[in-house]
Nanobody
Framework: QVQLVESGGGLVQPGGSLRLSCAAS????????VGWYRQAPGKRRELVAA???????NYADSVKGRFTISRDNAKNTAYLQMNSLKPEDTAVYYC??????????WGQGTQVTVSL
């Protein structure tokens, strides 16, 4: 079973940046697609960005041009670079990985708060 651990969340001012990391426990991670999801209070969990095993990327319209997903298979790690953050980006961010997304493999989540 692959375990996923997110890190890198925190409090940032509007317009700031954060880089989230998702570390996987096994090298099989390299053949999985990886998705970053977020869930704000009172809202459903939504897909923010995804990257295939071949590094094809897709983004939600709300984050296009601001967020970048990437992966380093040698480190069994995926990243989400978030720039020009807005208060509406405030949420718990989760990593997910599998042959199809979403899979049943979720991390514990990392809180991102965008506020003055």
């Amino acid at each position: 079973q692959v375990q996923l651990v997110e890190s890198g969340g925190g409090l940032v001012q509007p317009g700031g940046s954060l880089r989230l990391s998702c570390a996987a426990s096994r090298s099989i991670f390299s053949i999985y697609a990886v998705g970053w999801y977020r869930q704000a209070p009172g809202k459903r969990r939504e897909l923010v960005a995804a990257i295939t095993s071949g590094s094809t990327c897709n983004y939600a319209d709300s984050v296009k041009g601001r967020f970048t997903i990437s992966r380093d298979n040698a480190k069994n790690t995926a990243y989400l670079q978030m720039n020009s953050l807005k208060p509406e980006d405030t949420a718990v961010y989760y990593c997910n990985a599998g042959f199809q997304l979403p899979s049943d493999r979720w991390g514990q989540g990392t809180q991102v708060t965008v506020s003055l």
